[in-house]
């Protein structure tokens, strides 16, 4: 067995042949069995499909901490405790706070898969749950354009989408806007449709018009970034949310904010206080 090999059986030939293969090699060898499940090439989506084989034959343990943490997240969505405990206890260092490595792993080795089901399924449940961890957490633009990505497709498709938007909403302040924004020029009118409603804005009839949309909002987004707050709507609750919201007494003063917790970076100025007071008051006083 090479490293690789798991993952190629399942990209050619699917998941009853990869659960068959497994069980080949774990009748072999249980150290060969152990060895293929910790294959630093094993996507979460093979490991996921292949969990409860490695339970059944007692060589979870052999799974590698960032795998672990993935069927972790899997037993939590799909509310089976006895199993999320089960890893839990070997994840103390991994559950102290959300683990980079590991979620980036779920998230660009499982994106472009839909779960075993048709329609939502408790893989989908993981891998929108690991959206949400990591971008609340992290600020990395290629991730977050890539659990974009797996939102209009997944809409595309006319799959659920409601947990992985909020997911992708975490990732509060201008770079989330940014990555939905780029969907406004898509070729396919339903991501136009899509990035328009996500933001909030109205659906432009022809391509040119699109195209004129994404500079103004990008222009507008360069200007206000910084004063842009998360505002906890979400489709759960409203069909049309306002996931994000300028704020404009940070506008009016001209100081940046935390997109989470509204508030400035650094205590204001007695000058920008008093600023603030006239702003409320109707005043119109400048800093």
């Given at each position: 067995?090479?490293?690789?090999?798991?993952?190629?059986?399942?990209?050619?030939?699917?998941?009853?042949?990869?659960?068959?293969?497994?069980?080949?090699?774990?009748?072999?060898?249980?150290?060969?069995?152990?060895?293929?499940?910790?294959?630093?090439?094993?996507?979460?989506?093979?490991?996921?499909?292949?969990?409860?084989?490695?339970?059944?034959?007692?060589?979870?343990?052999?799974?590698?901490?960032?795998?672990?943490?993935?069927?972790?997240?899997?037993?939590?969505?799909?509310?089976?405790?006895?199993?999320?405990?089960?890893?839990?206890?070997?994840?103390?260092?991994?559950?102290?706070?959300?683990?980079?490595?590991?979620?980036?792993?779920i998230i660009h080795t499982g994106a472009d898969w839909d779960g075993p089901r048709a329609g939502r399924?408790?893989?989908?449940?993981?891998?929108?749950?690991?959206?949400?961890?990591?971008?609340?957490?992290?600020?990395?633009?290629?991730?977050?354009?890539?659990?974009?990505?797996?939102?209009?497709?997944?809409?595309?498709?006319?799959?659920?989408?409601?947990?992985?938007?909020?997911?992708?909403?975490?990732?509060?302040?201008?770079?989330?806007?940014?990555?939905?924004?780029?969907?406004?020029?898509?070729?396919?009118?339903?991501?136009?449709?899509?990035?328009?409603?996500?933001?909030?804005?109205?659906?432009?009839?022809?391509?040119?018009?699109?195209?004129?949309?994404?500079?103004?909002?990008?222009?507008?987004?360069?200007?206000?970034?910084?004063?842009?707050?998360?505002?906890?709507?979400?489709?759960?609750?409203?069909?049309?949310?306002?996931?994000?919201?300028?704020?404009?007494?940070?506008?009016?003063?001209?100081?940046?904010?935390?997109?989470?917790?509204?508030?400035?970076?650094?205590?204001?100025?007695?000058?920008?206080?008093?600023?603030?007071?006239?702003?409320?008051?109707?005043?119109?006083?400048?800093?």
């Amino acid at each position: 067995m090479t490293a690789g090999y798991l993952e190629r059986v399942w990209r050619s030939q699917g998941a009853a042949a990869l659960r068959a293969a497994y069980r080949t090699i774990a009748r072999r060898s249980r150290d060969e069995a152990a060895r293929a499940l910790a294959d630093a090439e094993n996507s979460f989506s093979v490991i996921y499909i292949l969990a409860t084989e490695a339970e059944r034959v007692g060589l979870e343990n052999a799974l590698p901490p960032r795998a672990k943490y993935g069927i972790w997240l899997a037993a939590t969505k799909a509310g089976d405790s006895t199993r999320a405990a089960r890893y839990a206890a070997q994840l103390t260092t991994e559950l102290a706070e959300p683990p980079y490595d590991a979620l980036v792993w779920i998230i660009h080795t499982g994106a472009d898969w839909d779960g075993p089901r048709a329609g939502r399924d408790d893989y989908d449940a993981a891998l929108d749950l690991a959206a949400a961890y990591f971008a609340a957490n992290f600020d990395d633009e290629v991730t977050l354009a890539l659990i974009a990505k797996l939102v209009f497709r997944r809409n595309r498709k006319g799959l659920f989408i409601h947990d992985l938007v909020w997911g992708l909403f975490q990732g509060a302040g201008a770079p989330v806007l940014a990555v939905v924004a780029r969907y406004i020029v898509s070729d396919d009118r339903a991501d136009s449709e899509l990035a328009c409603k996500l933001l909030g804005l109205e659906m432009p009839a022809t391509a040119a018009e699109r195209v004129k949309l994404y500079a103004k909002f990008t222009e507008w987004l360069g200007e206000n970034g910084q004063y842009i707050y998360l505002t906890g709507e979400h489709f759960n609750a409203t069909s049309k949310p306002q996931h994000h919201a300028r704020d404009e007494e940070a506008r009016y003063i001209g100081r940046k904010i935390h997109p989470r917790t509204r508030t400035p970076e650094s205590p204001l100025t007695d000058a920008e206080r008093a600023a603030l007071e006239a702003f409320r008051a109707g005043e119109g006083c400048e800093v």
